[in-house]
């Protein structure tokens, strides 16, 4: 039987296509051109409201696309209890929008009165571990659905970590159930910045979590003498990790792309071009494994 939710809409899976991170200077450009485009995703911070333009065009956009939620807000690394109030209205959008995947970030982001759209680090023991495990148990039992957790994109290290970043990442996912989003673009801002081996980063990430990558430009950046890659989403992909995500997908297969372009918005033509090269990767990276079936 088909499964019809609250909104009367049927829920759409996020299909392994390239997409783009929806802004409201483009959403003009997708109800009238209708590009070919596997889906988008938002954050669900900027919808929140009760009503408005943003909330219509997404309405509309949503009749004609997958679209998944990232959101930037719940805290999950928190010492504190999540905001309710923030949950309830991720679940509102949630049962509204019928997103085929719902993320988050490795991360924090409110304190005692106080929340900043910065995603802070964590320190990586087995105490605040079991902290994030426990706040992801507690939003996939208030949405009733599993989430994907992102890695984060770092430039500090605290000697108080007892594990590395990617084996707290995937302990995060596989003990409370929730899927992996690997942002192959932090991977790569992460290793470079802290000279750690980028190999042996993902040789720790299962394929079978595997829910979501993303994909973002970053800047290079001179901070007390330091060279330092920032994650700015500000940019077209570079060469670098370009190739990573080629390497990535043929090592560990395909999943739903997106690219993420949250700052220096671009005109919708030059995103779509980001949009195209990371479907034409895809494309070459499927018929290389049909030619390997095919061939033995």
């Known amino acids: 039987m088909e499964t019809i939710h609250k909104s009367g809409r049927k829920p759409t899976p996020v299909p392994i296509r390239a997409g783009a991170g929806l802004k409201p200077q483009h959403y003009q450009s997708v109800i009238e051109d209708q590009p070919d485009i596997g889906w988008f995703e938002i954050h669900p911070e900027n919808y ?94 208030y949405l009733q659905r599993p989430i994907l957790i992102e ?28 899927g992996l989003l690997v942002d192959v673009n ?37 901070v007390e003498g330091r060279t330092l890659r920032i994650d700015d989403h500000g940019s077209p992909v570079c060469s670098e990790v370009w190739s990573l995500y080629q390497q990535f997908i043929s090592q560990f297969g395909l999943a739903p792309t997106l690219i993420e372009w949250d700052s220096n918005i671009p005109q919708f033509p030059q995103l779509l071009e980001e949009v195209s090269s990371a479907q034409s990767l895809m494309d070459r990276v499927a018929e290389s494994e049909v030619r390997h079936v095919v061939t033995g």
């Not at 309830?88 to 929340?115: I, M, N, T």
Request: hydrophobic share 35%; with cysteine; charged share 20%.
């Open 186 to 222: 932090n991977v790569f801002v992460s290793c470079t910045n802290h000279g750690w081996n980028i190999d042996d980063y993902l040789s720790e990430i299962p394929i079978p979590l595997i829910g979501e990558i993303h994909l973002s430009g970053h800047s290079v950046q001179q």
């Open 151 to 178: 890695n984060p994109s770092s430039y500090l290290q605290f000697k108080a970590s007892e594990m590395p970043e990617q084996v707290f990442y995937v302990e995060a996912a596989k003990r409370s159930g929730a």
């Open 48 to 141: 929140m409201g009760r009503g408005g333009p943003p909330l219509r065009y997404l309405e509309k956009i949503r009749q004609d696309y997958p679209i998944s939620l990232h959101s930037v807000g719940t805290s999950l690394g928190s010492h504190l209890p999540l905001d309710m109030q923030h949950l309830q209205q991720l679940k509102a959008l949630v049962e509204r929008f019928e997103p085929g995947l719902v993320s988050e970030h490795l991360s924090w982001s409110h304190g005692y009165e106080w929340y900043t759209h910065d995603l802070m680090p964590l320190v990586y023991t087995e105490e605040s571990l079991q902290l994030m495990v426990e706040h992801i148990d507690q939003v996939q039992e």
